[in-house]
């Protein structure tokens, strides 16, 4: 509402104003002694508010209406919210997702191995968000997408977690994309980038893209510091790229690459802060990003449980993609 906005104007410059007079205070009393003052932060109740009226309480407890686009979704609570089973398909490799960064890593690796699955788009949105299934709160308790059920043992092994799940399928396929463990240095350096993907994704995604992009407000200090950190991993990555085709070097991709670029990407594509964050500053990233994006199964991976004109919403076979190629043609020839 106005007023929010305008409250929220009102604090933040508030705000500003106070850091400075503590800076200002802090360099006067430096000045005069060797002794370094830290302020340390106020209690709740002597903090200003956004909006001002809002009191921290003792016990929280959720809004009445949380608002953004993921506001009726969320839940401080676990487990099932309707009772439906997943949807099963011929192969032993079973994908629950959606296109989104997380779900990407995925659908990349799977056909960038060449491997068969079953992939069914999961809607995380809407009255019945299918991630809060019976049958999906069984594979993943978590309620996330990505999961993919192994059909190929029995039980059927469930795997969650999206880094877990790229690590799953690289070693039991052999892949190309996970350095053995004979090579240590460069399977540890590729675990250290898909981890330090999977510590940083949240500040671009819950971060940096719900506050730029989904909050129903835009707050300064927020999109001030998940930007600030959103750039800051930019830098790290770019920095790690110099001389570099792939993130671990050499001339092949890793999985630690296929974790981190739909991340990157969505900053873009997702969130339309291409400008916003610089990203073509970043010289070493954009033509990694380049690099990655020209690859055929990454192309493929990308268009999994999308929901462009060219996407495969699910996908049980290589077929699958011509036969969308072909309805988006005739689609584009009828207008």
Same mark, same amino acid.
């Given at each position: 509402?106005? /007023?929010?906005?305008?409250?929220? $104007? #009102? @604090? &933040? *410059? +508030?705000?500003?104003?106070?850091?400075?007079?503590? /800076?200002?205070?802090?360099?006067? $009393? #430096? @000045? &005069? *002694? +060797?002794?370094?003052?830290?302020?340390?932060?106020?209690?709740?109740?002597?903090?200003? $508010?956004?909006?001002?009226?809002?009191?921290?309480?003792?016990?929280?407890?959720?809004?009445?209406?949380?608002?953004?686009?993921?506001?009726?979704?969320?839940?401080?609570?676990?487990?099932?919210?309707?009772?439906?089973?997943?949807?099963?398909?011929?192969?032993?490799?079973?994908?629950?997702?959606?296109?989104?960064?997380?779900?990407?890593?995925?659908?990349?690796?799977?056909?960038?191995?060449?491997?068969?699955?079953?992939?069914?788009?999961?809607?995380?949105?809407?009255?019945?968000?299918?991630?809060?299934?019976?049958?999906?709160?069984?594979?993943?308790?978590?309620?996330?997408?990505?999961?993919?059920?192994?059909?190929?043992?029995?039980?059927?092994?469930?795997?969650?977690?999206?880094?877990?799940?790229?690590?799953?399928?690289?070693?039991?396929?052999?892949?190309?994309?996970?350095?053995?463990?004979?090579?240590?240095?460069?399977?540890?350096?590729?675990?250290?980038?898909?981890?330090?993907?999977?510590?940083?994704?949240?500040?671009?995604?819950?971060?940096?893209?719900?506050?730029?992009?989904?909050?129903?407000?835009?707050?300064?200090?927020?999109?001030?510091?998940?930007?600030?950190?959103?750039?800051?991993?930019?830098?790290?990555?770019?920095?790690?790229?110099?001389?570099?085709?792939?993130?671990?070097?050499?001339?092949?991709?890793?999985?630690?690459?296929?974790?981190?670029?739909?991340?990157?990407?969505?900053?873009?594509?997702?969130?339309?802060?291409?400008?916003?964050?610089?990203?073509?500053?970043?010289?070493?990233?954009?033509?990694?990003?380049?690099?990655?994006?020209?690859?055929?199964?990454?192309?493929?991976?990308?268009?999994?449980?999308?929901?462009?004109?060219?996407?495969?919403?699910?996908?049980?076979?290589?077929?699958?993609?011509?036969?969308?190629?072909?309805?988006?043609?005739?689609?584009?020839?009828?207008?």
């Amino acid at each position: 509402s106005s /007023s929010y906005y305008a409250a929220a $104007s #009102s @604090s &933040s *410059s +508030s705000l500003r104003s106070r850091r400075r007079v503590a /800076s200002s205070s802090s360099s006067s $009393s #430096s @000045s &005069s *002694s +060797s002794v370094t003052v830290v302020a340390m932060a106020p209690k709740h109740d002597a903090k200003e $508010s956004l909006p001002a009226a809002y009191k921290v309480p003792e016990v929280w407890a959720p809004a009445a209406a949380l608002g953004g686009v993921f506001g009726a979704v969320n839940a401080p609570t676990a487990g099932a919210r309707y009772e439906k089973e997943l949807s099963v398909g011929d192969h032993p490799l079973q994908l629950y997702s959606l296109g989104t960064p997380n779900g990407h890593k995925v659908t990349i690796l799977l056909e960038e191995l060449g491997v068969d699955y079953d992939a069914w788009q999961i809607q995380i949105m809407g009255e019945q968000p299918g991630q809060f299934s019976s049958g999906f709160v069984g594979a993943n308790p978590n309620s996330k997408i990505p999961v993919m059920m192994d059909h190929s043992v029995s039980p059927p092994l469930r795997v969650f977690e999206s880094a877990h799940i790229l690590l799953y399928l690289a070693e039991k396929h052999g892949s190309q994309f996970l350095p053995p463990v004979s090579d240590l240095a460069r399977r540890t350096e590729c675990m250290n980038w898909l981890f330090w993907q999977a510590g940083t994704a949240p500040y671009i995604g819950g971060g940096f893209g719900h506050f730029y992009n989904y909050a129903p407000v835009n707050i300064e200090y927020c999109i001030d510091r998940f930007t600030m950190e959103t750039k800051r991993q930019l830098d790290v990555l770019d920095k790690q790229l110099a001389g570099r085709d792939y993130v671990c070097g050499g001339d092949q991709p890793t999985i630690a690459d296929f974790a981190i670029f739909p991340w990157i990407r969505c900053i873009d594509v997702f969130y339309g802060a291409k400008e916003f964050v610089q990203m073509d500053s970043y010289v070493n990233v954009t033509r990694w990003c380049a690099l990655l994006n020209a690859r055929p199964g990454v192309q493929r991976g990308l268009r999994v449980n999308g929901w462009s004109d060219d996407a495969v919403r699910d996908r049980h076979s290589p077929a699958d993609f011509d036969v969308v190629a072909v309805t988006a043609e005739k689609k584009e020839g009828d207008l």
